[in-house]
């Protein structure tokens, strides 16, 4: 299978979507139980948590908890937006901070401005792009962000997301007043395949395709926690409730670089692994051994890595004991690809 190809289906009953390039699983999404991320609420504030900074708030699909709140009473009625996955036994995470978010635009309501994404270079495209960005939030206090998915796509295709966008964000700050209700639907991973995986591919949404096309076959290669790194070496990826734990291995190679090499082979393929595996929160490797003046040379590895990669992640550092932490914003369920697979 050569070349970029999506796949929409269903994977053990939910819906999924596949991204592989060049016959490799670059990308996949899975639906959950809980309440998608990227959902609106009218919420209603609960009570406050002075030990955390936050507050509970009561929205249609439970519970939920708001960090950083300032100026809210118990009954008031507060427009809020699902900013991750909640773990299991835990209130879903929520924020004020709402974005309206499509393939080509992003309105923020609370930052004002029109931006432009800093990947499109050409001087010429980008003042086509802020013609558009003006004409269409025209007489709106609304920010608005074009993305890099507009560097190809067609201007009238651009001005109809903006407008889409302007349009649903001005309909649902103008419903603030109520109870509790679910005001938008987050994405599912249908849409969020169009939404974010942009660049030019085939698209296959016939039932069955992922063992036509052979995805059933890639999951069932990544459904181990052991990955394969090349060279004899590999790593082991699992998730506890705490944290995520990778293990480097250097396996037969003896030689003097194969710490490194090893390292350097899970830096390049870490993004894809936890994003197919959905995995996110802290993530600590423990890394095969090497010497303290090649640690820069793994850092630069990694963080070349996660640039590329979607979902933001904090690269903390060392830890006394030698380990490298990181920091994964939970934007997805962890997937059991194993159990999705039999």
Known sequence: MKGRQIVLDQLAGREAAALVV??????????GDGPRVGTIYRAIADRPVKGQGGMFVKTPDGS?????????????????QVSGVAEPGKAIPVTQKILFKSRYAIVTPDAPGLNISRRIKDDDLRDTLLEIAHEGMA??????????????????????????????????LADSEGGEETLVEGDGPHAEAWREWAEPASVENAEGGFERLGVLDLLTEQAESKVALGNGAFAFVEPTRALVAVDVNTG??????????ANLALARDLPRQLRIRGLGGQVTLDLAPMPKKERRQFETALKAAFRRDTIDTVLAGWTPLGHFELQRKRLRRPVDLAGVTT
């Open 22 to 31: 060049d016959g490799r699983l670059e990308d996949l999404l899975v639906d």
């Open 139 to 172: 007489g709106c206090d609304f920010g608005l962000i074009l993305r890099s998915s507009c560097q190809d796509a067609d201007p009238d295709d651009i001005a109809g997301d903006v407008a889409a966008m302007r349009q649903l964000a001005e309909a649902v």
């Open 252 to 261: 037969p190679d003896t030689s003097l670089a194969a710490g490194l090499k």
């Open 64 to 80: 939920a908890f708001l960090r950083q709140v300032r100026g809210l009473s118990p009954g008031q009625a507060l427009l809020v």
